[in-house]
Structure formats: structure tokens, C-alpha cells
């Protein structure tokens, strides 16, 4: 029997598309839905953020939000029967760096209970990389951590695609496997 490999990052940068598609990847999916949300509502805008995501998903959907442990709550919440997408791994950078938790050892953890997951996994990441270096050290303490998330979790994952203008481009193509 042939069958696809389980597991999507998908990276870019803001508004490019990414939640989006992998919304609608995950959607196409049997099972039950679960979207593990990091972001945490600090203002308002951000509040309308998550409740604009929130209300754009259908019923299928369950919500967790999980702003740190993601190894823990994916070992928790993959089964068979489920889709997990995470979105995303660049505001869970963030908060471990606000936590002051070692970003290298979460990751390490994150790719392992990625990788003994029980059904499919989608991660989204923003792609921080792309522009100008930043003018002080935290910010850029912050993009160097995010990237090596990204890095790491890429060479872990079946699939990787690049969104750009809403246009998905594979960067790491999913491959079939005989059972």
C-alpha cells in the first residue's frame, strides 16, 4: 500500500498566505481537527486577531491554546483520527524567549513529538529572514532563534512549502513510501 507522509511546515511571511493554506490542507483531511494556537492576547488588536482566525474555522475545529508546551500537548493530542495544525512556531519562539526557556531543547522536544505523532501534524512559521538586519540585539537574538526553529523543523518534515503572495511554492516535496 502507498501512502503519503504526515507531516507539513508551512513558512512566510506575514499576510502571505500561510494560515490559510494550511487551513485548507488540513481540511481536506479525515478526522478530527485540532488547532493548537501560541498566540497570546496582550491588546486588543491581537484579541480581534484570534477572533477573526477563530471564527474563520468551522465546527470541525477544536481549539487549544498552548503558548509554550507544544511537545506536550501534540503527544496529547495526535491520535490516528486527528489533525493537529500549530500555528505558529514564530509567536512560540517568542513566548519561550519571554518565558527565557532554552529555545534549542524546545525545539529539540518539539521535532520529536512531531516526529512520534500518531497522525498528521501541520506547523505554520513566519519566515523572519527575508528582510533587513535588525538595529538591536534582542530583535536580532530573536531572529536568529527563530530561523534555527525553522531550520530545524524543516529538515525534520516531510513536506515544507514557501508561501509567497498566497502561492504555494515546495520547497521540500512530499514523498510516497511503500508500507
Given at each position: 500500500m502507498i501512502r503519503p507522509l504526515s507531516h507539513l511546515l508551512v513558512l512566510g511571511g506575514?499576510?502571505?498566505g500561510k494560515s490559510r493554506y494550511a487551513q485548507i490542507r488540513a481540511e481536506v483531511l479525515t478526522g478530527q481537527l485540532i488547532y493548537l494556537a501560541t498566540?497570546?492576547?496582550?491588546?486588543?488588536?491581537?484579541?480581534?486577531?484570534?477572533a477573526l482566525h477563530r471564527s474563520d474555522r468551522g465546527t470541525r475545529w477544536s481549539t487549544v491554546e498552548e503558548p509554550l508546551e507544544l511537545a506536550e500537548t501534540i503527544t496529547k493530542c495526535s491520535t490516528p483520527e486527528t489533525v493537529v495544525l500549530v500555528d505558529c512556531?514564530?509567536?512560540?519562539?517568542?513566548?519561550?524567549?519571554?518565558?527565557?526557556?532554552?529555545?534549542v531543547a524546545a525545539t529539540e522536544g518539539l521535532l520529536r513529538a512531531v516526529s512520534g505523532?500518531?497522525?498528521?501534524?501541520?506547523?505554520?512559521?513566519?519566515?523572519?529572514?527575508l528582510g533587513i538586519v535588525p538595529d538591536?540585539?534582542?530583535?536580532?537574538?530573536?531572529?536568529?532563534?527563530?530561523?534555527?526553529?525553522?531550520?530545524?523543523?524543516?529538515?525534520g518534515i516531510d513536506e515544507v512549502v514557501m508561501m509567497f503572495a498566497g502561492l504555494p511554492l515546495a520547497l521540500k516535496p512530499k514523498r510516497m513510501t511503500g508500507d
Open positions: 506575514a499576510r502571505s498566540a497570546q492576547a496582550f491588546d486588543q488588536e491581537m484579541r480581534e486577531r484570534i512556531l514564530t509567536l512560540w519562539t517568542s513566548n519561550l524567549m519571554l518565558a527565557e526557556r532554552d529555545t505523532a500518531r497522525g498528521p501534524v501541520i506547523l505554520v512559521a513566519n519566515e523572519v529572514g538591536n540585539a534582542l530583535a536580532r537574538q530573536f531572529r536568529d532563534a527563530a530561523g534555527r526553529v525553522n531550520q530545524e523543523m524543516a529538515a
